[in-house]
T-cell receptor, first 113, second 115 residues
Framework: GENVEQHPSTLSVQEGDSAVIKCTYS??????FPWYKQELGKRPQLIID?????GEKKDQRIAVTLNKTAKHFSLHITETQPEDSAVYFC????????????FGQGTRLTINP | EPEVTQTPSHQVTQMGQEVILRCVPI?????FYWYRQILGQKVEFLVS????????KSEIFDDQFSVERPDGSNFTLKIRSTKLEDSAMYFC?????????????FGDGTRLSIL
């Protein structure tokens, strides 16, 4: 089955700097990769996703890149702000009839003012 | 924006008791899911549900667990005889369809504490 590895587990950056979180997946048939932001005690909130037919997608300060050959995808946050502090989870949606998301371990991002 | 809603937000139950967690998925969504998150760990898939039947379940979803859509709006997760290790945050999610490119939207979760 699909396995998703996420790094780093914790990340601390200065306000205004960029943050990058990386994930690798094992199932080459996976073709949908969402990123979720989870603030303390709150729901995982979908912030951006990418499908396997594109290599990059941007939404304001957030971008996601996908390398299908290497089976990895990354979240990039530019001009970080204190409200970006949260736990970020990557996930993969396997094909072959799978009806579930497989999540990475999560990255606790802290933005230092 | 429509949201998935879950009740209760926090449930405290004695070990061995039955518990029912409730969810109202987004109204035009067809696929429903339960996930759980043990404190400090990643989100884990439990079960997916479509057309009034389970479409996939994980090894966590053993005979103590069941799901039901008792009416046109609610989706429930029942744990028959709770164990200490069932303590976790339980999230319900829904998606418009179960296709591989459909985003899943999560509710706020129910924190289940087993004493």
């Amino acid at each position: 089955g699909e396995n998703v590895e996420q790094h780093p587990s914790t990340l601390s950056v200065q306000e205004g700097d960029s943050a990058v979180i990386k994930c690798t997946y094992s199932d080459s048939a996976s073709n949908y990769f969402p990123w979720y932001k989870q603030e303390l005690g709150k729901r995982p909130q979908l912030i951006i996703d990418i499908r396997s037919n594109v290599g990059e997608k941007k939404d304001q300060r957030i971008a996601v890149t996908l390398n299908k050959t290497a089976k990895h995808f990354s979240l990039h946050i530019t001009e970080t702000q204190p409200e970006d502090s949260a736990v970020y989870f990557c996930a993969a949606y396997p094909t072959a009839g799978a009806q579930k998301l497989v999540f990475g371990q999560g990255t606790r991002l802290t933005i230092n003012p | 924006e429509p949201e998935v809603t879950q009740t209760p937000s926090h449930q405290v139950t004695q070990m061995g008791q039955e518990v029912i967690l409730r969810c109202v998925p987004i109204s035009n969504h067809l696929y429903f899911y339960w996930y759980r998150q043990i404190l400090g760990q990643k989100v884990e898939f439990l079960v997916s549900f479509y057309n009034n039947e389970i479409s996939e379940k994980s090894e966590i979803f053993d005979d103590q667990f069941s799901v039901e859509r008792p009416d046109g709006s609610n989706f429930t997760l029942k744990i028959r005889s709770t164990k200490l290790e069932d303590s976790a945050m339980y999230f319900c999610a829904s998606s418009p369809s179960g296709g591989p490119n459909q985003p899943q939207h999560f509710g706020d979760g129910t924190r289940l504490s087993i004493l």
